[in-house]
């Protein structure tokens, strides 16, 4: 849980570097301005140097991570999972040095792929490590409170499945809109007029916002309509609607900003900085939330439950009948 929130605050400084402009502030990697010293963190380079040195010292927790997994579990797929987080956080190192070293390359579009593809994979990555915390907690141990019925899990599997693929389509979609609006757009050097950059990225993000609402409507009442005395499913479903009225206003808020306040313009305004880190911040935790419910989903399914569960399961339903 610890690394679960470690990694939450290395989104939010992630999120602070692109929304202040300073993804350059720092222009090489892995050294800062050719050394591994601490730099004078003032500017831009506070926010960078910043993202850096959180980014290293959750890299160290999830190597110790994985290394007391492997000694302390013999749960295989726990071991895959911290494998997994380990090859990831190597990978989004990599992918954020080199958003970095390709300003200089002769194709420009490099950079915006590879920070948008850094953008999206840190959130996978914290995805992928509140699964980790969620499959080691108690309340993963103890029995579900209440089973979902069996004959339901086709959909039920389906739906929470596709409002997690709705939500990293969102991210995707969010992130190469941001990247392409602060390094090619009016923000920066003007290299698509600012209405095809809306065309391209933004109006699929807001469509893909209006359809990822309602399948997040249908999957939280297909859910909420079984779960019974389930609290923890009960829990996510609620926060899910929660999360989504604030994100529906933040994105409000980012696209007043952003888009026809042009509040980056020339210098990022705290207006801007705080709708647009919001925003993606909210957006991490609705895909964090979306991932726990699919799991925490086929969690309550009887066919995926030890024995004691499906007969506890069968109980239940003989006492309903
Ligand atoms: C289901 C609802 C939504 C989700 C989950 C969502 C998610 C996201 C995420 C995660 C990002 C940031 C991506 C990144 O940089 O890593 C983003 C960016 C953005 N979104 Fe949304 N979004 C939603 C709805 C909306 C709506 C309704 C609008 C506009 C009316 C909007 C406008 C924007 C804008 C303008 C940005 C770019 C911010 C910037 O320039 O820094 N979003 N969105």
Redesign the pocket.
């Known amino acids: 849980m610890f690394v679960v929130c470690a990694t939450f605050l290395l989104l939010i400084a992630?999120?602070l570097v692109?929304?202040n402009d300073a993804s350059l502030a720092v222009p090489d990697w892995p050294t800062s301005f050719g050394s591994f010293r601490m730099p004078r963190m003032v500017g831009g380079v506070l926010y960078e140097h910043g993202h850096r040195m959180i980014a290293a010292s959750i890299t160290v927790l999830v190597f110790a991570l994985a290394v007391w997994t492997w000694i302390s579990s013999r749960q295989r797929y726990l071991r895959i999972l911290t494998a997994l987080a380990v090859v990831g956080v190597i990978a989004q190192a990599v992918l954020g040095g080199l958003s970095v070293l390709s300003a200089n390359w002769a194709d420009p579009r490099w950079r915006l792929a590879l920070a948008?593809a850094h953008?999206?994979f840190?959130?996978i990555m914290f995805c992928l490590l509140a699964s980790v915390a969620l499959l080691t907690s108690a309340s993963w141990r103890a029995e579900p409170a209440s089973m979902l019925p069996a004959e339901d899990a086709g959909k039920l599997c389906l739906w929470t499945g596709l409002l997690v693929c709705?939500?990293l389509v969102?991210?995707a979609?969010?992130?190469a809109?941001?990247?392409v609006?602060?390094k090619w757009g009016p923000a920066a050097a003007e290299r698509i007029p600012a209405n095809r950059i809306v065309n391209m990225f933004?109006v699929p993000?807001?469509v893909?916002?209006?359809l990822?609402?309602a399948v997040?409507v249908v999957a939280t009442a297909m859910v909420m309509k079984r779960a019974g005395g389930n609290r923890n499913l009960r829990l996510s479903a609620i926060s899910l609607h929660v999360l989504?009225l604030a994100?529906?206003l933040?994105?409000?808020g980012?696209?007043l900003t952003?888009?026809v306040f042009h509040m980056?313009v020339p210098q990022p305004q705290s207006a801007?900085v705080f709708?647009?880190?919001a925003?993606?911040t909210?957006?991490?935790l609705?895909?964090l939330t979306a991932t726990v419910l699919a799991i925490q989903v086929r969690r309550a399914l009887p066919h995926r439950a030890t024995p004691a569960v499906k007969h506890a399961a069968g109980v239940q339903k003989a006492v309903t009948a």
């Open positions: 992630g999120g692109t929304s948008s953008g999206v840190g959130q709705m939500l969102q991210l979609l969010g992130a809109f941001r990247h609006w602060t933004l993000h807001i893909n916002a209006i990822a609402t997040l989504l994100q529906l933040l994105g409000m980012a696209f952003r888009v980056d801007l709708t647009t880190v925003h993606q909210v957006g991490a609705m895909l």
